[in-house]
């Protein structure tokens, strides 16, 4: 099994910028997809960014252009750089790892983004 454990997350200013990390254990990530996701206070839990274990990224439209999903395999760490952050972006930042039969999760790391 992967165990994953974000770190990073804090209060920042809007217009400002975070960087998360998500370090993998248990496991040898790189032939894993990952993913991160946030879930705000009363919605749900919603997609952030991918990176496949190709290194092939996706995003959010509503998080393009501003946040950057990237991954080592050596230190089997993912990490999601957040710029130009929004009131709006405020949520618990989750990591995901994807095996091609299961989720791992991590615990999670709170983002509030101030106005």
């Known amino acids: 099994q992967v165990q994953l454990v974000e770190s990073g997350g804090g209060l920042v200013q809007a217009g400002g910028s975070l960087r998360l990390s998500c370090a993998a254990s248990?496991?040898?990530?790189?032939?894993?997809?990952m993913a991160w996701y946030r879930q705000a206070p009363g919605q749900q839990r919603e997609l952030v960014a991918t990176?496949?274990?190709?290194?092939?990224?996706n995003s959010a439209d509503s998080v393009k252009g501003r946040f950057t999903i990237s991954r080592d395999n050596a230190k089997n760490m993912v990490y999601l750089q957040m710029n130009s952050l929004k009131p709006e972006d405020t949520a618990v930042y989750y990591c995901?790892?994807?095996?091609?039969?299961?989720?791992?999760w991590g615990k999670g790391t709170l983002v509030t983004v101030s106005s």
């Open positions: 990176i496949t274990s190709g290194n092939y990224t």
């Open positions: 995901n790892a994807w095996d091609g039969g299961m989720d791992y």
């Open positions: 248990g496991r040898i990530i790189s032939a894993y997809d």
